[in-house]
């Protein structure tokens, strides 16, 4: 599946932002989506993930309770609601996909080698 994602730019520390992530414009039918960012320097970190199915969710400690993952009622958009954004919430957001179920979705799901579409990134960053 391709996945474009869309919705980065500049923003002030404590404003909001939405990202997308379209897949293909078609409807994604595998068992889960997620969000990565890479920072300059730093190794790519997982944000949060999507169980396409039920919706199940999980998030990164560091973004818990400000950001908000979610999908469209047509399965073929993925979004990522940013509140409270702080400067070190700025990187390249990626969005992943994988098509087959995993056991321990909780760990694994966690793992950017556990996806195997990626898009090709939209940056976000937060600065005054």
């Given amino acids: 599946v391709q996945l474009v994602e869309s ?13 997308s992530c379209a897949a293909s414009g078609r409807t994604f039918s595998g068992y889960a ?3 990565f960012r890479q920072a300059p320097g730093k190794e790519r970190e ?14 990164a400690d560091s973004v818990e309770g400000r950001f ?3 999908r469209d009622s047509a399965k073929t958009t993925m979004f990522l609601q940013m509140n409270s954004l702080a400067p070190e919430d700025s990187a390249l957001y990626y969005c992943a996909a994988r098509e087959g179920r ?5 760990y694994y799901l966690r793992l950017g080698y556990q996806y195997y ?3 090709q990134g939209t940056q976000v960053t937060v600065s005054s």
């Fill in 117 to 119: 579409s990626w898009g």
């Fill in 102 to 106: 995993i056991a321990s979705p909780n």
């Fill in 68 to 70: 908000a993952i979610s």
């Fill in 7 to 19: 919705g980065g730019g500049l923003v002030q520390p404590g404003d909001s932002l939405k990202l």
């Fill in 33 to 35: 989506m997620a969000w």
């Fill in 46 to 59: 997982f944000v949060a993930a999507i169980r396409w199915s039920d919706m199940i969710t999980y998030y």
